[in-house]
């Protein structure tokens, strides 16, 4: 059992900069793969980033390449998804989600999530 909660969203304008994190707790923390995903209202949950157990290897979406970053600090049990230049279309609920068995892309490979922070870009 992995328990995760996001904390870091809030209100920004167009260009700014917001980090999320994602503290976990539960046992061996380390050895699961974590995501952070998005669903804004009406759309579906759509991936975002993720990042090896290590945090030796990382995944992007196109649309959150060269503006956000994810790491992970294994020592914290905390996962962190940087967004730099944010847009309008950045609005969404973003979740944070872990699974032991894949570095993924798919949301229904992930076993445990939070409850999700809601990050807001005005224009």
């Known amino acids: 059992q992995v328990q995760l909660v996001e904390s870091g969203g809030g209100l920004v304008q167009t260009g700014g900069s917001l980090r999320l994190s994602c503290a976990a707790s539960?046992?061996?923390?380390?050895?699961?793969?974590l995501g952070w995903f998005r669903q804004a209202p009406g759309k579906e949950r759509e991936f975002v980033a993720c990042?090896?157990?290590?945090?030796?290897?990382?995944r992007y979406a196109q649309s959150a390449r060269g503006r956000f970053t994810i790491s992970r600090d294994n020592a914290k049990n905390t996962v962190y998804l940087q967004m730099n230049s944010l847009k309008p279309e950045d609005t969404a609920v973003y979740y944070c989600?872990?699974?032991?068995?894949?570095?993924?892309?798919?949301?229904?490979?992930?076993?445990?999530w939070g409850q999700g922070t809601q990050v807001t870009v005005s224009s």
């Open positions: 539960g046992r061996f923390v380390s050895n699961y793969a």
């Open positions: 990042i090896s157990t290590s945090g030796g290897a990382t």
């Open positions: 989600a872990a699974n032991e068995n894949y570095f993924a892309v798919y949301p229904h490979l992930y076993d445990y």
